[in-house]
T-cell receptor
Framework: DTGVSQNPRHKITKRGQNVTFRCDPI?????LYWYRQTLGQGPEFLTY????????KSRLLSDRFSAERPKGSFSTLEIQRTEQGDSAMYLC??????????FGPGTRLTVL | AQSVSQHNHHVILSEAASLELGCNYS??????LFWYVQYPGQHLQLLLK??????LVKGIKGFEAEFIKSKFSFNLRKPSVQWSDTAEYFC???????????FGTGTRLTVIP
């Protein structure tokens, strides 16, 4: 399968802990996006990269959130000092510039 | 506020019934429009997209959508649904100057055999 992959698929953590998620995009895609989806809502944009450059961050991305794409391939999203409100599905998507975004299966985060 | 609206939250149909799911957006200017589908336990998949040209767009699995610029709408249609169409359907927009998708809240479709 050469689609977008995300790990882990599920993460349960206690409030205050740090968590890190990984996204591996489709190999030739130079854009990578992170979205967050809560129950009953559509995905909401968090941030995106073009190659290794983080070009845009949403206001949803508080200073506890950080994302990297160090070599322009895979990306990590870290949440520090997790809060219960961070519980959500975190989705990664990749694309060529100005083209269709293809989504991964997501990482479901539960903060206890 | 600018948004994407899907007014049908849950639609229940019998097999072979016709489907129309509404999508309206409030962004001005040129927009790129998408319908994504999420089958139970699976990830979001693209059904169809509109960038320019013929406003009637055909997608996978017999779905189509019509872009009506004057109504800011991009409704999804299928003439005859199947049980396997049971899923959540999301309309999404990329407005002029943006790079990310703006999604509606989704419509859950249940098809009864």
């Amino acid at each position: 399968d050469t689609g977008v992959s995300q790990n882990p698929r599920h993460k349960i953590t206690k409030r205050g802990q740090n968590v890190t998620f990984r996204c591996d995009p489709i190999s030739e895609h130079n854009r990578l996006y992170w979205y967050r989806q809560t129950l009953g809502q559509g995905p909401e944009f968090l941030t995106y990269f073009q190659n290794e450059a983080q070009l845009e961050k949403s206001r949803l991305l508080s200073d506890r959130f950080s994302a990297e794409r160090p070599k322009g391939s895979f990306s990590t999203l870290e949440i520090q000092r997790t809060e219960q409100g961070d519980s959500a599905m975190y989705l990664c998507a990749s694309s060529l510039i100005h083209d269709t975004q293809y989504f991964g299966p997501g990482t479901r985060l539960t903060v206890l | 506020a600018q948004s994407v609206s899907q007014h049908n939250h849950h639609v229940i149909l019998s097999e072979a019934a016709s489907l129309e799911l509404g999508c309206n957006y409030s962004y001005g200017g040129t927009v790129n429009l998408f319908w994504y589908v999420q089958y139970p336990g699976q990830h979001l998949q693209l059904l169809l997209k509109y960038f320019s040209g013929d406003p009637l767009v055909k997608g996978i699995k017999g779905f189509e959508a019509e872009f009506i610029k004057s109504k800011f709408s991009f409704n999804l249609r299928k003439p005859s649904v199947q049980w396997s169409d049971t899923a959540e359907y999301f309309c999404a927009v990329i407005p002029t100057g943006a790079n990310n998708l703006f999604f509606g809240t989704g419509t859950r479709l249940t098809v009864i055999p």
